[in-house]
């Protein structure tokens, strides 16, 4: 289950092209953003999943789940950080 929540984080985070926890805000207090979210039961906006860039390009985004959201956001971040991004 944590590999699918996972999976949910990071397509949300290409989908609208910033962090899942960004998303998470947007959506409440953005209708269009919860009627996007609501489309699709591939997305969740829950914190924890960050794009990857090369430069300013989006290639990926990296996500992580198992703990509070807050928590997976802090470890993938820090992941990133320990690669040299």
Known sequence: MTTLLATRKAATALAFRQASSEVAARAAT???????????DRLLPQGGAVLLKAGSDIIGALAVSGGRSDQDEACAISA??????
């Open 30 to 40: 953005d209708d269009a953003v919860r009627v996007r979210l609501a489309a699709s």
């Open 80 to 85: 990133l950080r320990a690669a040299g991004s």
